[in-house]
């Protein structure tokens, strides 16, 4: 007998490679996913944008002279398209690991020069005794053994040492050896103390110092695949100075932005790679990195006072689900949580509608705004139609909606772990494209 499940996910088309610039508006698909060139996997970004998203848009809608912006650009999935395509792009991100890691992805290295930079760095830390001891941060001896400090230390020292132009990739192969000689469990994204962990292996130095290696003999695989690419790239790749999304430069006018924003009540970005932060120096305290939630859109680290206000959007059909939340009429949760969710889906929306009139400034007249986000959000019991509330807000700002499909991905590992018992119902990716009308 065929369930629920399995009927719905036959109503889908089911695509083999490209998503193709003649699919229908509306269509519910699953791509079956050709393995993507090495860089695309390099560092560390729960819930990647997948590649096939943006060329699509860019095979369908793009020209040779279009410039691109990507405002959320995570692991630079954006870019690495725009390189492939020769189209120009600009991009930022408030998070300083997706800095460092779209910064490494559109940089030219050169892996014999890496190798030596490696191999001296080795030689070094094996040698010495005393390893310093310049980071602190909170449960770091909890989560980090004091061989693995150790080891951590020699390396941050040696890597600052090394030449300013590969630097940035042996930080990227840092930040991935942090993470896994952490105490964390492997595919653990938020680091938490867990009742049922499973049991870590006690490590040396001399572990440290293999997994960098490994990192790094990685990292130099993919880019001899992806140099070639770069090197022929003629158009231009620019970070901008801004690192908030709400707060766009005004002289900057492009033809189209790609992205995929931050999903509601999803990933705490800043948590999952608290490791990584203080280690490499991204941040220098426990403060600074909490300071990094105010550049967040929907941030949940939401003072109390500001907590117990019902927040009203103007959007009726919105604001009645974030009173449902602030009620608990469908879920009551623990002291204060209903008032909390409620506020963040608040801030969410509010952060989204300064995100799109920023991104009116600075597109041009009849330019697109193309974004991937999920579909619907359950919290607190209350089912948020974020893709539908999303493109309601940008069209009555000046967008006008132009094209939309729905997509669920075969390979849910590449996309963020969900639970598949979906009791009848497929939970999938929206993505809509918006164009300029004013």
Known sequence: MINTFEQQFRSY??????????????????????????????????????PEIPRWFIQKYADPAFTILDPFCGSGTTLLEAIQQNISA????????????????????SP????????????KVSTQKFAPSTINFSNKDFWFQQPVQ???ELLREQILLAESSLQPLLWLAFASTVRKTSNMNDGMILAARRSHIEKIPIRSRSDVF??????????????????PFLKNFKAKIQQLSSQDARQLPELLKVDAIITSPPYINAIDYVWASKFELHWLGLVNSNQERLNLYSKEIGTERIPKQGCKEL????????????????????????????QL???????????????????????????????SVGDVSNICGVEIPVASL?????????????????????????????????????????????????
């Open 341 to 371: 969710r409620s506020r963040v889906v608040y801030q969410y929306f509010m952060d989204m509608k300064l995100h799109f009139l920023q991104s009116l400034q600075v597109l041009k007249q009849g330019g697109y705004y193309c974004f």
């Open 90 to 109: 600009y991009w930022l991100d408030y998070h300083p690991l997706s800095r460092l890691i779209c910064q490494v992805k559109t940089t030219v290295f």
């Open 210 to 227: 293999q997994y960098f290696q490994h990192y790094v003999k990685q990292s130099v695989e993919a880019f001899v695949e992806w140099n």
């Open 13 to 50: 088309s089911h695509i083999a490679g490209e998503i193709p610039c003649n699919l229908e508006s509306g269509k519910f698909i699953t791509v079956e996913r050709i393995s993507p060139l090495k860089i695309y996997s390099l560092g560390f970004q729960p819930a990647k944008f997948i």
């Open 390 to 438: 999303l493109s309601e807000i940008a069209c009555d700002l000046g967008f006008n909606k132009i094209f939309n499909f729905n997509l669920l991905l075969k390979n849910r590992r590449l996309n963020v772990p969900r639970n598949v018992n979906w009791a009848g119902t497929i939970k999938h990716d929206t993505i809509i494209v918006l164009e300029k009308i004013n």
């Open 150 to 152: 150790e080891g951590l």
């Open 311 to 338: 927040g009203k959007t103007g959007y009726l059909p919105l604001d009645q689900l974030i009173e449902e939340i602030y009620y608990g009429k469908k879920y009551q949760a623990t002291s204060g949580q209903n």
């Open 112 to 123: 014999q020069e890496i190798f030596e930079a490696t191999t001296q760095i080795i030689e």
